[in-house]
């Protein structure tokens, strides 16, 4: 901290003593310019210090989450402490820090996200935490200390970066939650995500449907149904689980879907950071408690990876594959969408990352060019502190009978990626 202070002083010394000694010599004597440079740098000391009071706020958000101040200049990278020459363009730097590699989607994030800001300019250091908050923390710490101007994040667990991200916000750098929601903190200025809770929802009516749900409650027919939810220090997994039982708690409640386990309750069902060997736990737990014949009708899954390990513990049980439930799944993962093409997967919600990469890219250059993003909802996403203007991307159920037309037709995947052996 104290060093960036020294070299933000020596920088705005740079700037308005460069400036102010170009004028002067244009148009006073040497003898003049001599006399007055002490007279100057006193001057300067003193704007400094107001400057150092103002610098540390940075780009600020008032409580309605609009940005108003931007004093953190353009021109911000001078490692080398030489004055920037006059009429060089200094390139900001973007510092995205995303959760994992182990799922295929956050590469795709990342790699788009990263594509955009390098085509409009900007330097990018993306860095993936393998699921590891300590080196989440220290990843953004990094780049606080090789000054970026904004951070994209996608955290690993929402509430453990309160503090370097204080750190962010006293050193004037912007920050944007990516896809995950970025909680008990004010330095967070926009969020760029899906809609969560509609992901829940459409995976609710995705069962309803498939199962005819209506009709079996008129004929007094059941299923079995079990949940695998997503991880509890997400917030996407709440807003996913409260969409799953808006539609599906009413046909719990008159015993058309029938819990043999009798975990139905988010706390009951989440699984920590998304792991697909827990999954594959669980599943197996279930299958050896309640379903050794393979009656379970219906998984409803909520990730892509939770489904890979639901199938290993089915066929682990040494259980048909004729018999498989209905599997559901959330992000179109390619492994995912060939299971679905050759009938071991029922669906998955397709999360088209080049989108949400685009709106997030939006929100970095209002941040740092000035100008609003554009903002879809500034209602849902309180984070305990205040309520994050958000973006949410509309989600696609993609199933056996559209997979082609989206994916392939939508250049998402091409055939052979999906199908390569
Ligand atoms: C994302 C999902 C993803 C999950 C696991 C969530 O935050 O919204 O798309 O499946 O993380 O990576």
Redesign the pocket.
């Known amino acids: 901290m104290f060093f960036q202070s020294v070299k933000k002083v020596k920088y705005y010394k740079y700037i308005i003593y460069g400036k102010l000694s170009l004028l002067m010599k244009r148009q006073l004597s040497c003898v003049i310019i001599i006399s007055m440079k002490r007279t100057i740098l006193i001057f300067l000391i003193l704007c400094l210090s107001l400057a150092g009071c103002k610098g540390a706020q940075g780009i600020r958000q008032d409580q309605n989450s609009e940005i108003t101040d931007t004093n953190e200049p353009a021109e911000d990278t001078h490692e080398d402490g030489n004055e920037p020459s006059e009429g060089r363009t200094v390139i900001k730097r973007v510092g995205v820090a995303m959760?994992?590699r182990t799922?295929e989607?956050?590469i795709n994030d990342g790699m788009s996200i990263k594509a955009r800001l390098e085509t409009l300019g900007y330097e990018v250091d993306l860095q993936y935490a393998d699921d590891d908050i300590d080196l989440q923390i220290s990843q953004i710490e990094s780049m606080i200390r090789n000054d970026v101007s904004c951070l994209v994040i996608?955290s690993i667990d929402s509430t453990r970066l309160v503090d370097v991200l204080k750190e962010a916000k006293n050193n004037g750098i912007a920050v944007i939650a990516y896809?995950?929601l970025l909680m008990d903190t004010d330095a967070v200025s926009y969020y760029a995500?899906?809609d969560?809770k509609e992901?829940g929802t459409l995976i609710g009516n995705y069962i309803e449907d498939r199962m005819n749900l209506e009709e079996a409650s008129r004929t007094g027919k059941s299923y079995t149904i079990e949940f695998f939810m997503?991880?509890p220090d997400?917030?996407?997994?709440l807003f996913?689980y409260t969409g799953v039982m808006d539609v599906l708690k009413s046909y719990i409640d008159n015993g058309t879907l029938v819990c043999r386990s009798g975990k139905t309750s988010f706390r009951e069902t989440c699984i920590l950071r998304?792991s697909d060997t827990k999954a594959e736990e669980m599943c197996s737990d279930l299958i050896r408690e309640y379903y050794r014949s393979g009656d379970l009708d219906i998984a409803c899954s909520?990730?892509?990876?939770f489904d890979y390990g639901i199938l290993r513990s089915w066929q682990r049980a040494g259980l048909s594959m004729e018999d498989l439930p209905l599997i559901t799944g959330?992000?179109a993962e390619k492994a995912a969408v060939k299971n679905i093409a050759e009938g071991r997967q029922a669906m998955t919600?397709y999360?088209d990352t080049r989108i949400l990469a685009a709106k997030c890219v939006t929100m970095v250059q209002a941040l740092l060019e000035g100008g609003k993003p554009e903002i879809n909802d500034t209602s849902q996403y309180n984070n305990n502190v205040l309520t994050v203007p958000s973006y949410l991307c509309t989600p696609v159920v993609i199933d056996k009978d559209n997979y082609e037309d989206v994916l392939i037709g939508g250049g998402y995947y091409t055939k052979e990626q999906l199908f390569a052996r």
């Open positions: 959760p994992t799922s989607r956050w996608s896809d995950r995500s899906f969560n992901v997503g991880s997400d917030n996407n997994a996913l998304w909520a990730f892509d990876g959330q992000d919600i999360k």
